[in-house]
């Protein structure tokens, strides 16, 4: 009966072994060099044009991204609201903490840079405020938060003048959204778009140029072998497709991917699919977390460096198809319930948890401000409907732009997946800017 998970990763355990890791997790984050918490100003950065990517940075408490009382992640909460002077839109956006906000090139693991993202469908003058909040779980929470008082406040504005942008990037041609058609539309353009593009590597990033990243042990091994490491990808052949002027980090590196995407684009096609997150899954090589099984611990490093590339892509006019999870960690296995069999990497057992939450609220946090993207719910799902709802329901109230879900499954489950997905969840036109909804899961 005294079986819980355990803190910092740990998996599970009993209560004694909890407290007892818990002590020495504390301990762990006494003995790092504090530094003094930042002043509460507020910056504003990026090309201040419609569509575009603007990013405001709050100077706000110290932490390092293995603290565990309190947790950046878990255990503060940063909302930012923006909206445009005629009153709409309004736009509610989770923000994140970036460590010293120049993570992607420094590797930092700590600081007092925190912060949120907004590309503008529209110009003029913009009003933005910022709400920290501080507590336990308030991050996963929606009765914590509810119950926290601010830590912290700013307020805001700036003007967003029109794109200078043409051709295939996306933001000569505005945001990608769903209209009740078979397509997508260009909310600047009205144009509507044909997704084309590659579906594998589901692996993509498992790319050696990313921080914190490293292969993992092959699923393909028999029974008992002793299964040697994987191989991350280099893209090293696509280096010649970077450009002068296209972004890396670390002075040069992120050239291979950078360049594939470039070469992508040059072929005309306008999309690519990738995991967040496969650990235990086929690749078992890429998750957003400091350490493959540390759920409630964010890499801000790799993360911004992910967010290099996904920029760049949005730049090129490649669509990005996060697949939330795979098959293999979506435990299909344990009848929802039951304990025994669980997959070990499988975000709260399946179910909508505080891991699940958090993560994509991180994901959502630090990339939905690209203009062209869906959230996969799964690859080859086998979640129950409810599960599939819940975790749909999620992400429309934490999105702000209402990004297009969808859901994969197998050939011969479609029947049994699909129907009763959409058949309980009506559709949403729209973002909060023009229809208040709930959630439409598409098949794929």
């Known amino acids: 009966m005294d079986y819980r998970p355990l803190p910092g990763g740990y998996g599970f355990g009993s209560s004694t072994l909890a407290r007892w890791i818990e002590k020495n997790l504390q301990q762990d984050q006494q003995a790092r ?3 003094p918490d930042g002043a509460g100003t507020v910056t504003v950065s990026g090309e201040l044009q419609q569509w575009h990517k603007i990013t405001l940075t709050l100077d706000g408490p110290y932490a390092h991204e293995r603290d565990v009382s309190p947790n950046p992640f878990t255990d503060y909460r940063l909302t930012a609201t923006f909206t445009h002077e005629s009153g709409t839109p309004r736009y509610v956006v989770p923000g994140y903490f970036a460590a010293d906000g120049n993570a992607a090139n420094s ?20 009003d933005y405020s910022l709400t920290l909040l501080r507590g336990p779980h308030v991050a996963v929470d929606a009765n914590a938060a509810a119950q926290a008082s601010p830590l912290l406040t700013a307020s805001g504005s700036f003007t967003v003048g029109a794109t200078d ?28 778009f044909l997704k084309a593009g590659p579906d594998a590597p589901e692996n993509l990033l498992a790319y050696e140029d990313f921080d914190g990243t ?25 280096v010649q497709d970077w450009q002068p002027g296209d972004p890396t980090w670390q002075d040069d590196k992120g050239k291979g ?36 099984d540390t759920k409630f611990h ?9 967010g290099v590339v996904f920029d760049h ?47 994509l609220r991180e994901l959502i946090a630090r990339f939905a401000h690209n203009l062209g993207l869906n959230w996969n719910l ?15 329901r999620y992400l429309h109230d934490t999105d702000p732009y209402r990004h297009l879900i969808v859901v994969h499954t197998f050939p011969d489950q479609q029947d049994k997946v699909y129907p009763p997905s959409w058949a309980k969840v009506p559709r949403s036109p729209g973002p909060p800017s023009k229809t208040p909804g709930v959630p439409r899961i598409n098949a794929r």
């Open 214 to 238: 490293v292969p993992n042990r092959r699923r393909d091994a028999r029974p008992g072998e002793n299964a040697p490491a994987g191989v991350l990808k280099t893209w090293q052949p696509h």
């Open 298 to 306: 964010y890499d801000c490093s790799k993360l911004d460096q992910w």
């Open 33 to 35: 060099p504090r530094l």
């Open 378 to 392: 799964g690859e080859e799902n086998t979640q129950s409907t409810e599960e599939l709802r819940d975790m749909a």
């Open 313 to 359: 892509a949005t730049s090129r006019g490649l669509f990005l198809h996060f697949k939330l999870q795979e098959n293999e960690i979506d435990d299909d296995r344990i009848g929802h319930d039951a304990r025994p069999g669980q997959v070990p990497e499988a975000l709260d057992g399946g179910r909508l948890g505080p891991e699940r939450k958090l993560y």
């Open 165 to 192: 942008k043409t051709g295939r990037d996306f933001r000569a041609r505005g945001r990608l959204e769903y209209v009740g058609r078979h397509h997508l539309r260009f909310a600047g353009s009205g144009e509507y």
């Open 257 to 292: 991917l950078i360049g594939a995407l470039n070469y992508l684009a040059a072929k005309g096609v306008n999309s690519f699919s990738f995991l967040p997150y496969n650990a235990g899954g086929d690749g078992d090589d890429v998750w957003p977390f400091v350490e493959r």
């Open 107 to 126: 590797s930092a693991e700590a600081g007092t840079r925190w912060r949120a993202h907004l590309s503008p469908d529209k110009v003029g003058r913009w």
